[in-house]
């Protein structure tokens, strides 16, 4: 029997496919690499689970009165105490964790889609379109961004959070397009770039499969400044009476503590746990900020290392003195 041939009595090879592997993004990797970065995203990981459980954690009503419970201190019954209603505070900021970070990401990406858009397609099209782009741009940058919130609030019926991300979102994309203009700009003479005109690739596709890609890093850090500007704007405004009452967030919390005295009467805890719940989810996305601006800019990541080698020759002489101790007391 030729050797090529298989044997009678041999069990058929059965080639199993492969499974895939799930395979972690290369810019989520990169996040995690970076020490601000990861605990950033684990702080704003936990309010978001917070928020995603909100319904399931909530003891009772966030706008509900009892007159019995009225100013209960933090207690196992209470956990974040009651305010001057009965109300309790603990119901009340993880329920408005879903109001303040749906607020947050809505504008966020309405802003982020915009400054995209228009920036690229100003820097790749050029000429009038972009004369045109950059007149709209200074239009909005000159625009206040809170003064015309407190108008627009002042003057309209019902302050929805729908009225809330129009405005954010249409006053916060200039700043960020013209970031991405400046850096399309140096990016469109790229080989790669004048490559994919030559080859005859539309507009569209040089500008969204092209130049895009290269600039993930900015788009990603534009979305994460808006979507904590946001928060602090709408908590701000929220503060100060221009909110909406009928629904339950950070900014509503604070503003009832701040109506009915709580700090007068002695009530530290209706302006602690949200003011808490506020300052770690801007927190951790200014530190998610840094990690990106420390990964995308190469200087960063340089001035990093001369501090770890300073440390290192601090640390080598005393180090090669011990280790000669050592060995002139085992001779």
Known sequence: ?????????????????????????????????????????FMVLFVVVIALISPLISVSDPT?????????????????????QGSDIFSQVVLGARR???LGVAAATLATVLATTLGILAAYSGGAIDEAINFITNIFLVIPTIPLLVVVSAYLKSRSMGTMIIVLGLTLWAFEARILRGQALSLRNRDFVLAAKVAGESTSRIVFGEIMPNMISRIAAGWVLVFYISLLVDAGLAFLGLGDTTHVSWGMTLYWAQTNSAVLQGEWWPFLFPGLALVTTVLGLTLILAGIDEISN??????????????????????????????EGAS
């Open 64 to 84: 509900g009165f009892s007159l019995f419970d009225a100013r209960q201190a933090p207690s196992w019954h209470h956990l974040f105490g009651t305010t001057d």
């Open 298 to 327: 190469p200087r960063l990541r340089n001035e990093m290392r001369p501090h770890k080698s300073l440390f290192v020759r601090f640390l080598a002489p005393l180090w090669s003195g011990k280790a000669a101790v050592r060995a």
């Open 100 to 102: 303040s970070l749906l």
């Open 1 to 41: 029997m030729s050797q090529l041939q298989p044997s009678i009595n041999q069990a058929p090879v059965v080639v199993r496919p492969s499974r895939r592997r799930f395979v972690v993004p290369g810019w989520i990797q990169l996040l995690l690499r970076n020490s601000k970065s990861r605990v950033g995203l």
